[in-house]
């Protein structure tokens, strides 16, 4: 029986695209929800992304926590922006699936979405996605995410 274990740590990659965080700052920068929702893209490196937002009381469900979709929406948009880092100048990203837990109720008064390439590819690319509330007593983690982000190719780029 093998005891080799996967590396889940950090990963090195190199992006196909030199310029590749002025692309994805200016296509977040297009991605009116996230204006919307007040969250700002904090830190991109190639195959990782952080964004943050700071808690808001219009955005909560009926117990006045961060609603689910919100949470859901700023992860997956830290998972498809480091995806996004990694591909080539002419290409475009979507998502094709996810699936998150919800670990704890998201109380806090911010919100760091992280996103990281698990698996690289030509056309589909693995990711996870942490969210951490910040919370008087210290960080606590709220929510997990797997998904997978396609590269898209052949159509006119606008984000």
Do not use: W
Not at 69 to 98: H, K, Q
């Amino acid at each position: 029986m093998s005891t080799a274990r996967p590396p889940f740590g950090p990963q090195a990659f190199t992006p196909a695209d030199a310029a590749f965080e002025q692309r994805v700052r200016a296509s977040f920068a297009r991605q009116r929800v996230m204006n919307t929702i007040g969250a700002a893209l904090t830190s991109v490196s190639p195959g990782e992304v952080v964004i943050e937002l700071p808690f808001r009381e219009d955005l909560t469900q009926q117990h006045g926590y961060l609603h689910a979709a919100i949470v859901t929406a700023i992860v997956d948009s830290a998972c498809g922006y480091a995806a996004y880092s990694l591909m080539p100048v002419d290409a475009a990203v979507l998502t094709v699936e996810y699936k998150v837990n919800f670990l704890a109720p998201a109380a806090g008064r911010r919100f760091v979405a992280y996103g990281r390439v698990t698996k690289p590819g030509r056309t589909l690319m693995v990711t996870t996605g942490d969210v951490v509330a910040e919370t008087e007593a210290g960080p606590k983690p709220i929510a997990t995410m797997l998904a997978t982000m396609m590269t898209v190719s052949g159509r006119e780029i606008s984000g």
